[in-house]
């Protein structure tokens, strides 16, 4: 058995609980914080059998691979609204620790 540590965007969060529900994972979902950006991402934990983990991370990368985004880029001088250009941003991604479970107990 294994224990999954997954990383995601907290954008992507709820997708990629509704994926893992949908094919029976359980997860619990953690509201954690990226120690470098120190902005809010989310941490799921998954217990599952050796033979899953492969298709749990397709499921992962299926909903949260990195991409690109075009988001409205907005100028504002002392005069007001200058251009609004929109920008390109990278935006999900995944980041993925998967280690093993030396017992499992549930009581
Ligand atoms: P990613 O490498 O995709 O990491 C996204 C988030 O995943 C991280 O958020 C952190 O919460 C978690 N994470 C990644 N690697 C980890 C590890 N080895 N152990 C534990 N947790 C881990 P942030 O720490 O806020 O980082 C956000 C993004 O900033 C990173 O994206 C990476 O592109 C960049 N970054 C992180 N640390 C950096 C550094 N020391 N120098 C330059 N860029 C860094």
């Known amino acids: 058995m294994k224990l999954m540590f997954v990383i995601v965007s907290t954008d992507d969060a709820n997708v990629v609980q509704k994926a893992l529900i ?13 120690g470098f950006l120190m902005k809010g991402n989310t941490t799921f934990l998954i217990g599952a059998n050796d033979d899953k983990v492969e298709r749990i991370i397709e499921i992962i990368g299926n909903h949260s691979r ?41 009581l």
Do not use: M
């Open 22 to 34: 949908k094919e029976h994972f359980q997860a619990t979902k953690i509201s954690s914080t990226g």
């Open 66 to 106: 990195q991409r690109k985004k075009v988001i409205p880029n907005s100028i504002i001088s002392e005069f007001g609204l200058l251009s609004s250009n929109p920008v390109e941003v990278t935006v999900g991604g995944a980041t993925i620790f998967v280690l093993n479970v030396e017992a499992f107990h549930k």
